[in-house]
């Protein structure tokens, strides 16, 4: 019999709940509802694979405050997609529920190592949620600022889809602070893109120097697994 995990089902509860406090003050449409529900379903299937796949029962601390953020990247995307009729987003309730998902990026990583829990499960959880809240905030901001920041979001997803045809590009990267740098300033700056808070050039020449960033860094790493590829390592010295 399988083992059901409670980490994924409280998940889906709690955005559920949160899909429902929105409702009753800024007002969600079906077509909200229906985005907020299937990203919570959505999120409790993938994160119940997790699980089973790396043998956890449970999430551990860092899981769950990771929980936490992708719970707010669904009320995000609920409120984003939501507006996608022309409706206004309500930015006095967007702004502040995306700012606390992004700082709390930097708990999940911190609660993780204080208490000994650091896993691949809880790495590739807190990078997914990443991930999809950057995509969510550049679809968002692509109309106003100009589809190319639609790069910004889909850059990482370009990388794994490149990897399902390149084999060489599925090796495990090394650390590097500067990625997280990277990653952290794409969602400050799409974030502040969507708040409207800073002269429309100004937001502009940001964005573009965060896709220059973001090629360096993808760049980089692609580099990397390329020079440490297989084939490459395998090939005997000569002599």
């Known amino acids: 019999m399988s083992r059901v995990r409670t980490g994924p089902v409280i998940g889906l509860t709690a955005q559920i ?8 003050t800024v007002g969600l449409d079906a077509v909200g509802w229906l985005a907020g529900v299937g990203y919570g379903i959505g999120l409790c299937a993938v994160l119940t694979r997790g699980l ?27 409120l984003l997609v939501d507006a996608v009729d022309g409706s206004p987003v ?6 502040p ?10 708990v999940d990583g ?45 850059m990482r997803y ?37 708040a409207d808070v800073l002269p429309h050039l100004v937001t502009v020449l940001l964005l573009a120097a965060l896709v220059a960033m973001l090629l360096e860094s993808f760049g980089r790493d692609v580099g990397w697994l390329w020079w440490h590829r297989p084939a490459r390592t395998a090939t005997p010295a000569l002599a």
């Not at 529920?97 to 930097?106: G, I």
């Open 158 to 194: 370009a990388f794994v889809a490149a990897s399902w045809v390149l084999p060489w590009m599925r090796g495990t990267l090394p650390p590097r602070y500067w990625r997280k740098v990277v990653a952290a300033a794409a969602g400050i700056l799409l974030l502040t893109a969507a």
């Open 90 to 95: 309500p930015l006095a309730v967007l702004v």
């Open 110 to 154: 911190w609660v993780a190592r204080r208490t000994g829990t650091t896993s691949a499960l809880g790495a590739r959880f807190d990078m997914e949620v990443d991930s999809f809240l950057v995509l969510m905030l550049s679809v968002h901001v692509a109309p106003v600022v100009g589809p190319w920041v639609l790069a910004i979001g889909g």
């Open 17 to 24: 709940v949160l899909l429902a406090v929105l409702a009753a």
């Open 97 to 106: 529920m995306t700012a606390v998902a992004l700082a709390l990026d930097a």
């Open 52 to 78: 089973r796949r790396h043998r956890a029962d449970r999430l551990g601390p860092a899981d769950r405050v990771t929980l936490t953020r992708a719970v707010l990247a669904g009320g995000v995307t609920a």
